[in-house]
């Protein structure tokens, strides 16, 4: 169902079918598709999201919930894509402080805090991946993980 919804009666190449499918595996966790179908969208306007590259990757699935709850935000996805919509729900409010720090104060900042996290917290988190602190760092994740590719430094 879910590669028919995607190629429609065209074909495309396996390996960007490969590639795109892992968004079609972060619509199935909770939240993502309920609040598809909560917006009026069902798995068919989903595939032609990714088909369209309105969501190209998988932190734009992720951010679906978000953008499709505010009106602005959805809009300039469904115009533009999610890129354009991110960067409506996506403005953290932070102190100077915050602004002005380097990469790495905020490394080791984030490391400190993510180490005395309470453990009762981190199991609620692992419960829920709708919760806007496993999103963020999720995000930041996948940033990482393509700012610093691990099979370079083998």
């Known amino acids: 169902m879910i590669r028919k919804d995607y190629r429609g009666s065209g074909t495309i190449p396996l ?8 968004g079609f595996i972060e619509l199935q966790k909770s939240g993502v598709k309920q609040a598809l179908q909560h917006a009026g969208y069902g798995v068919h306007e989903f595939a032609e999201w990714i088909k369209s590259d309105r969501i190209k990757a998988l932190e734009g699935v992720r951010s679906l919930p978000k953008v499709l709850r505010d009106p602005e935000a959805r809009k300039v996805f469904l115009r533009n894509g999610m890129g354009e919509a991110q960067k409506l729900i996506d403005r953290p409010d932070l102190s100077r402080t915050l602004q002005d720090a380097n990469v790495l104060q905020l490394s080791q900042a984030l ?5 005395i996290v309470p453990h009762v917290e981190v199991e609620l988190w692992r419960k829920d991946d709708t919760n806007e602190t496993v999103s963020a760092l999720l995000t930041l994740k996948d940033i ?5 590719d ?3 430094l083998d």
């Open 15 to 22: 390996d960007e079918f490969r590639t795109r499918f892992s």
């Open 111 to 115: 490391a400190y805090k993510l180490n």
């Open 144 to 148: 990482v993980g393509t700012l610093i």
């Open 150 to 152: 691990t099979n370079d």
